[in-house]
């Protein structure tokens, strides 16, 4: 075997993905970073690749495949290079714009930051897609899972992920305390820690922008903003309206919004237009609960989409098997959504379809759209057969137990 190195081995036949005038060019055999992970990590990296590259095979019969490159960060980069996300793992992802990575161990209190918010951060990953729906056969708390199908684009880069903090009883914190109360007039006690809010007109827009074009391009219905501008009016509030202008000035054509489709469309939403509308926060949760199925893409700020995310998720059981992708302009990082799970590290037990899906979803972004869909009827068929990994069979009745490789094959059986 090869030395581990911060330089990704390029295999001499891949090619790389371009990106001309914002579309992606994929060759047929592109190149494609991975990162495999921490922690079990390694176990669902080898049981996604093997999906993955199977679903590619049976898809086009050998006239496509994948090269892969592999990247470090985090735990085992620390380990081998004494580096926490080295360099040239970050150059790696934006020459070849598209990857895939397992998860990552996040050191909590001080220490190293989060290798997955810097990868975000500094790549301008600026959403993180998250499709949530149901694969029958999955155990979940609600009567009707099938009647959730949205998809979640969350800002990536600003509001609390903009990380500007100050602690209480700092320096900081006392100076920036004095400088509102004296020179704005807003009073706050003086044990305060303080965070700071930015939401951006460019960054609201972008996200907008790239909602739609997904609404649009995947025959969605209807896309809901998801803020609390009653109470944070020049934060959550312009979101919803910057929001709302670039739909009407980029997208005006094809778009309706809710007082339109009422006063001028009688309440019926016209053949090929994509409705948008806007609901606050608090009100989203009772939503997609109670009326799951007028929900279809969600577009929020970061705090917001975290907790909307994970809550969608958990609602249709999927939240150790649900997938997710950082996306920014021509240029993607795909990645499993649940944690390095460390306490089954190496005992190839894990349930692995958190990072096939995101696998699929990287597929179904470079155009391999074959592939992506041959991923989800493999993956729907062995659930249904009920043979699943630990976390699933423990909830379902008469359900086989499978090893993480063993539902792997299993997947690659059933496409
Ligand atoms: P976690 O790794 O997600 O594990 C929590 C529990 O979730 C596990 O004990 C297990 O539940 C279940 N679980 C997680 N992954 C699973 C899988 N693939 N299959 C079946 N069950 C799964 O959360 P954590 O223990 O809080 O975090 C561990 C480390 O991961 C931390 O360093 C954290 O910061 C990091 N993390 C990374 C990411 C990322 O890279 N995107 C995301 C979240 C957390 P049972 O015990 O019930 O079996």
Known sequence: MSQPSKEPTIPSDGEPIRCVEGQLRVPDRPIIPFIEGDGTGPDIWRAAKLVIETAVEKAYGGARSICWAQLYAADKSLELFGEWVPQETIEAIRTFRVAIKGPLTTPVGGGNRSANVTLRQVLDLYACVRPVFWVPGVPCPVKHPERLDVVVFRENTEDVYAGV????????????????????????????????????????????RMALRYALEHGRRSLTLMHKGNIMKFTEGAFRDWCYELAAEEFGSVTVTESELYDKCGGRLPPGKLLVKDRIADAMFQQILLRPDEYDIIVTPNLNGDYISDAAAAQVGGLGIAPGGNIGDGLALFEATHGTAPKYAGQDKVNPSSLILSGRMMLEY???????????????????AGTVTYDLERQMEGATLLKCSEFARAICEKM
Do not use: H, N, Y
């Not at 807003?186 to 809010?197: C, N, R, T």
């Open 366 to 384: 470079m155009g391999w759209r074959e592939a992506a869909d041959t991923i989800l009827l493999g993956l729907k068929a062995t659930v249904a």
């Open 165 to 208: 903090e100050f602690a209480q009883g700092t320096a900081e914190a006392d100076k920036l305390r004095r400088f509102l109360d004296l020179e704005l007039g807003a009073k706050l006690p003086p044990d305060s820690g303080i965070g700071i809010k930015p939401i951006s007109r460019t960054a609201c827009r972008r996200l907008m």
